[in-house]
């Protein structure tokens, strides 16, 4: 079954750029739309964007100024990059999956997420 | 922006109880985009119900969503141990994608 797992740097400092990759076993990236969602104390649960397989992408309005979602697929990785961090982008940032063609869509795998700590 | 409102905050109940959470939408949202989602301390959220009242592949079937317009309800019939948790709703129908603040389920 296909599994997601998050990484990158636990800790950031302020102003500089938050980079995280998803990187997807037990399947393909192609077909699915890839989802960062942050979860902060702040905002709860908030949808960053998405990265179609293709490479096209849509994100928060919130966050388009500062947010670049990209789709390896020779490498089977998502990744994420959010710039100028402050301590408002503190939380547990999460990969998903969902197939957006069909009728239905749904989330239906997420990764188990990694925390991010904005602090000098 | 579609703004989901769950309602209650919490909710105290005890195992074997009917629990009933709302999410209301600040305007309409076709069923096929609301989803419900399940999350425990130290975990990823986990879909529920998807298209608003179809149950996710494993999910027993005293989970059972329904609703439409801007009023959905997630109702697990009788409660087991492993349902107090918080429970969360999410829309795809319009940019940006959008969940509620979230119902927690907890042992009275």
């Known amino acids: 079954q296909v599994q997601l797992q998050e990484s990158g740097p636990g800790l950031v400092k302020p102003s500089e750029t938050l980079s995280l990759t998803c990187t997807v076993s037990?399947?393909?990236?192609?077909?699915?739309?890839w989802i960062w969602i942050r979860q902060t104390p702040g905002k709860g649960l908030e949808w960053i964007g998405y990265v179609y397989f293709s490479g096209s992408t849509n994100y928060n309005p919130s966050l388009e100024s500062r947010v670049t979602i990209s789709a390896d697929t020779s490498k089977n990785k998502v990744s994420l990059k959010l710039t100028s961090v402050t301590a408002a982008d503190t939380g547990v940032y999460f990969c998903?999956?969902?197939?957006?063609?069909?009728?239905?869509?749904?989330?239906?795998?997420w990764g188990k997420g990694t925390t991010v700590t904005v602090s000098s | 922006e579609t703004v989901l409102t769950q309602s209650p905050g919490t909710l105290s109940l005890s195992p074997g109880d009917r629990a009933n959470l709302s999410c209301r939408a600040s305007?309409?949202?076709?069923?096929?985009?609301l989803g419900w989602y399940q999350q425990k301390p130290g975990q990823a959220p986990k879909l529920l119900i998807y298209g608003a009242s179809n149950r996710a592949t494993g999910i027993p079937d005293r989970f059972r969503g329904s609703g439409s317009g801007t009023d959905f309800t997630l109702t697990i019939s009788r409660l087991e141990p492993e349902d107090f948790a918080i429970y969360f709703c999410q829309q795809f129908a319009g940019s940006p994608w959008t969940f509620g603040q979230g119902t927690k389920v907890e042992i009275k």
């Open positions: 305007q309409s949202i076709r069923s096929d985009y």
């Open positions: 037990g399947g393909y990236l192609s077909n699915y739309y």
């Open positions: 998903a999956r969902a197939d957006l063609r069909v009728a239905i869509p749904a989330m239906d795998v």
